[in-house]
């Protein structure tokens, strides 16, 4: 049971949803995903362990940075979940994506290098 609660726990909170549907698309670290979604690093840190708590990101270390995604085995069902739960925060999901694509652009030029293992089993898991 305790399982249970803890993945319902990581998909509860309105950011933390909004971080599973970012890492779904593309390996995040946290500065990117704390600069998409405008909030400081630290807070989006703690997000995003809970949400590993659960089980549901793969994560790849590169430097100084860590890069998470959601894990294969649960992309199909946050999907689904997803369908059923996102119609109030489409809107702010359109918006994150569209920061997401921008920060993306910038990537090579930045601070994180990006990821390599999780960036090239993206297509592989989608």
């Not at 590993?52 to 994560?59: C, E, I, Q, T, V």
């Not at 979940?81 to 921008?102: G, Q």
Request: net charge positive.
């Amino acid at each position: 049971m305790s399982d249970l609660v803890t993945f319902s726990r990581a998909l509860a909170d309105p950011t933390r949803s909004r971080i599973v549907n970012l890492v779904m698309k593309d390996a995040l670290c946290v500065c990117e995903l704390a600069e998409i979604l405008g909030m400081p690093q630290s807070s989006v840190s703690s997000h995003v362990q809970i949400i590993r708590k659960a089980g549901l990101l793969d994560s790849e270390k590169c430097e100084k940075w860590t890069y998470f995604r959601i894990a294969p085995e649960y992309r199909k069902l946050i999907k689904s979940l997803m369908v059923f739960f996102v119609v109030a925060e489409t809107r702010e999901f359109e918006k994150d994506t569209a920061k997401a694509a921008k920060r993306l652009a910038q990537r090579e030029g930045s601070c994180c290098a990006g990821p390599k293992r999780l960036t090239t089993r993206k297509h592989a898991t989608s």
